[in-house]
């Protein structure tokens, strides 16, 4: 399975990143947050906050954890992995900047996901190795 990568999926909470979340017709999502008293922007930080909270239930905070193993169809921790990807995860306070640290994953290609607090991804990080984020 050579060229397949792990990919480490990166909650931060809160990073100074500025994105603004444009106004979104959400009438035709299949749940409407409108009705419920929430914008577009507040149901997907809450749907972050909520991605978040379980894992942090599940490994801690600042915890690198690396799946023990491939995706199956059936594993819902996110709603479709892929199944030919090994993936990682930790949530990290990013108030004060952090470091990450990639394993040795061999011939595979590793790629970072960053996501923040507010379901924003300000950028990815490709490649192995020791990676540093200011506050």
């Known amino acids: 399975m050579t060229g397949l990568g792990l990919v480490a999926a990166v909650a931060v909470a809160p990073m100074a990143v500025s994105v603004s979340v444009p106004d979104i017709d959400s009438r ?3 749940v409407d947050p409108a009705p419920l008293g929430m ?5 997907s930080q809450a ?3 909520a991605f978040m909270g379980d894992f942090i239930d599940w490994v801690g905070l600042q915890t690198y954890y690396q799946f023990p193993g491939l995706s199956a169809a059936e594993d819902t921790w996110v709603v479709s992995p892929d ?3 090994n993936y990682s ?3 990290v306070n990013a108030r004060n900047g952090f ?8 011939v595979r290609f590793p790629a ?4 923040t607090e507010k379901h924003n991804s300000p950028f990815y990080v490709y490649g192995g ?4 984020f200011s506050a």
């Open 47 to 49: 749907e972050s906050r």
């Open 99 to 106: 470091t990450l640290t990639h394993p040795d994953i061999g």
């Open 83 to 85: 199944t030919d990807t």
């Open 129 to 132: 190795g020791t990676c540093e």
């Open 89 to 91: 995860l930790a949530t």
């Open 112 to 115: 970072t996901h960053i996501l």
């Open 39 to 43: 914008t577009p922007r507040d149901y």
């Open 28 to 30: 035709g999502w299949a």
